[in-house]
């Protein structure tokens, strides 16, 4: 009979094994844990991993040196991915090369193909719609400006390429009076027409005196005529 080395280990003891300790060959799943595996240095396979199975350590650093990963390998359940080092209020961006990097979005970056939006849509700025050919589009705007009695000049759109504009106008003042109105303005290159209709007060005495469209240095400029000191909200729709 041949002989055959045993390894003993004592439980409470640390115990050390000064050369190589094997595992058989049989069965293929050669060391199976109940628990955890606890490692100061790495882990290394020179098999393969199979897609069942993944490593676990709530404090992992190193570098990731495995196959690439691909369909649904990588979860985060939760809302929090963590990336130190970056600034605020930037978002994953793919770079057409197999990379994603952090980025900002840039004017014109972001398309939207979907036909319809639902709920509500905070626009901070202006809102602008292109035709087709990308050049002519319409702009709308909101202006607002606290006027002194008499005559007061509210600048609106950019002249350049301007055609026609429609405004809905509300003065408010502070004690809770409004006028509203709208105006519809058009110019030539040399002087600025408009008309103002649908005048409606809530008390007696309008705010308004009198209001005109004329041609600023590079805007449409209304020039509005109170008869006390209020506030003027303008919503506009420019076609350029």
């Not at 050390?16 to 300790?21: A, I, L, M, T």
């Not at 002519?136 to 350049?160: E, R």
């Not at 429609?166 to 290159?189: A, C, F, P």
């Not at 649908?198 to 240095?217: E, H, K, P, R, Y």
Request: aromatic share 8%.
């Amino acid at each position: 009979m041949g002989s055959s080395t045993h390894i003993t280990t004592r439980a409470g003891n640390i115990n050390y094994f000064p050369g190589k300790v094997g595992i058989g060959i049989v069965p293929s799943e050669q060391l199976t844990v109940g628990g955890n595996i606890s490692a100061t240095g790495g882990i290394h396979s020179t098999g393969g991993i199979s897609t069942d199975t993944y490593f676990f350590s709530p404090n992992y650093l190193g570098v990731w040196s495995g196959d690439t990963l691909t369909s649904d390998q990588v979860n985060v359940e939760g809302n929090d991915l963590k990336s130190t080092g970056l600034s605020a209020n930037l978002f994953l961006k793919s770079t057409g090369d197999g990379r994603v990097v952090f980025d900002t979005i840039d004017e014109n970056e972001v398309t939207f193909k979907t036909q319809e939006i639902d709920g509500d849509l905070t626009v901070r700025g202006d809102i602008i719609e292109y035709a087709s050919n990308n050049i002519i589009f319409s702009k709308t705007s909101v202006f607002s400006k606290s006027l002194n009695s008499g005559s007061n000049v509210l600048n609106t759109f950019d002249l350049n390429q301007f055609k026609t504009a429609k405004y809905i106008i509300t003065l408010t003042d502070s004690s809770s009076n409004r006028t509203s109105l709208e105006v519809l303005v058009t110019h030539n290159g040399t002087n600025a027409e408009g008309t103002t209709y649908g005048i409606v007060d809530a008390q007696a005495t309008s705010l308004l005196s009198d209001i005109t469209a004329s041609l600023g240095a590079s805007t449409i400029d209304l020039t509005i005529t109170v008869t006390g000191a209020c506030d003027v909200i303008v919503h506009g729709v420019a076609h350029y």
